[in-house]
């Protein structure tokens, strides 16, 4: 497993931006995917984005894509979610979360996850 540490949230205006990392620890952070996760008061934890280890395939939940880009860089062992035109729905808790599995979507295929970085996005 990997020891995950988010960082980056805070409080925006509609239109913003903001940059989540993900910092992790251990030398095989390359061989995990790496997703993003996020949890508003009420809801279930929702999936927001993934990237894979080595060749790093990306994928985005609809209501995200072409605003939101997920990157990592396995040098800083650190994983990164670029948020822009942001949105009052995307208010939530941000959670990375680290993966040697296959399934991109359900929560319970990631072992390791953060303790979360709150986003605000007021309108």
């Known amino acids: 497993q990997v020891q995950l540490v988010e960082s980056g949230g805070g409080l925006v205006q509609a239109g913003g931006s903001l940059r989540l990392s993900c910092a992790a620890s251990?030398?095989?952070?390359?061989?995990?995917?790496i997703a993003w996760f996020r949890q508003s008061p009420g809801k279930e934890r929702a999936f927001v984005a993934r990237i894979g280890g080595g060749v790093g395939r990306t994928y985005y939940t609809d209501s995200v894509k072409g605003r939101f880009t997920i990157s990592r860089d396995n040098v800083k062992n650190t994983a990164y979610l670029q948020m822009t035109g942001l949105k009052p729905e995307d208010t939530a808790v941000y959670y990375c979360?680290?993966?040697?599995?296959?399934?991109?979507?359900?929560?319970?295929?990631?072992?390791?996850w953060g303790q979360g970085t709150q986003v605000t996005v007021s309108s």
């Open positions: 979360a680290a993966s040697s599995g296959v399934m991109i979507y359900s929560d319970r295929s990631y072992d390791s």
């Open positions: 251990g030398r095989t952070f390359s061989s995990y995917a």
